[in-house]
């Protein structure tokens, strides 16, 4: 996943977790409504939030998942390729070098 991703997704996370928590506000302030219909939007309204935290969880556990797996196939590539690692973490720190001694 690159970081245009993970940005959006973030945010797409943080988005839904404040959606829920204005909608179970909504629910509390409206919790002393009476009536057939406000019931009924009360109890939709609940099943649809506690869907949207399933799959906010959900997500959560795919993401952690996906984490894991880059780590552990970098982990894997250090160890079946150490000098490539090596050169690699060389030409990184070189370029970064060279950037930061311009300023």
Do not use: C, Y
Request: aromatic share 2%.
């Amino acid at each position: 996943m690159n970081d245009d991703t993970m940005v959006q997704k973030d945010k797409l996370m943080n988005d839904l977790r404040t959606v829920i928590s204005d909608g179970e506000e909504v629910l509390r302030m409206t919790a002393d409504e009476v009536g057939q219909n406000a019931a009924d939007l009360r109890s939709r309204v609940q099943a649809r939030m506690n869907q949207a935290k399933d799959d906010l969880r959900h997500l959560q556990e795919v993401a952690v998942a996906k984490a894991k797996a880059a780590g552990h196939a970098a982990d894997d590539f250090v160890h079946d390729n150490p000098w490539k690692s090596i050169g690699i973490a060389a030409g990184i720190g070189l370029v970064v070098g060279l950037l930061i001694s311009r300023r």
